[in-house]
């Protein structure tokens, strides 16, 4: 997380933008699904203190804000990475070998599936099927899709993020 002296400026500027769409969908029928989709483009993320002030700008009790948030996997409660690693455990993939590309992928980061490195890089997650099964076991990096992958291959494809910096 930056700790420039711009951030607060930079939040309070989100929530500006937070409150123009509150108001934009307030009265209309089903407004929470397109607020939060709003919010996560705005904040990356969609925290607590997000997730409360849409329960107040919008008049729904926040368990109901939550309800949806955890409902839908498109929602995240977390902050996310620069890059997504999502790692393919539809069953081709699965049978040629993904689980151990998921262990090389948390060992090189060291963090577990759902996390993000703690320098802000990478959030690694796990996807279904993405219809490339010829290729298992498969992994995308955001719109990169890499195949026929190896625990081996796992750290000279992260360098290559690494280093873009
Ligand atoms: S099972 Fe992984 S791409 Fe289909």
């Known amino acids: 997380m930056s700790e420039c002296c711009c951030h607060d400026h930079d939040l309070d500027y989100r929530y500006q933008r937070l409150d123009e769409v509150i108001a934009q969908y307030k009265d209309m029928p089903g407004a929470l699904i397109p607020v939060l989709h709003q919010a996560q483009l705005i904040f990356g993320y969609l925290s607590k203190d997000v997730q409360i002030r849409i329960a107040e700008g919008l008049g729904v009790p926040l368990s109901e804000v939550y309800g949806v948030v955890t409902f839908y996997s498109f929602f995240s409660l977390k ?7 999502g790692v393919c455990l539809g069953t081709a993939c699965y049978v040629k070998g993904a689980a151990a590309l998921v262990e090389a992928l948390e060992e090189n980061l060291g963090i ?12 690694l997650s796990i996807t279904r099927c993405l219809g490339a099964c010829g290729l298992a076991p498969v992994l995308t990096i ?10 081996e291959k796992v750290p000279e494809i992260l360098e290559r ?3 873009k910096r």
């Open 79 to 85: 902050p996310q990475g620069k890059y997504t690693i």
């Open 112 to 123: 577990k599936v759902g996390d993000t490195t703690d320098d802000g890089m990478f959030t």
């Open 142 to 151: 955001d719109e990169d899709v890499y195949g026929r992958l190896t625990p």
């Open 161 to 163: 993020y690494k280093n």
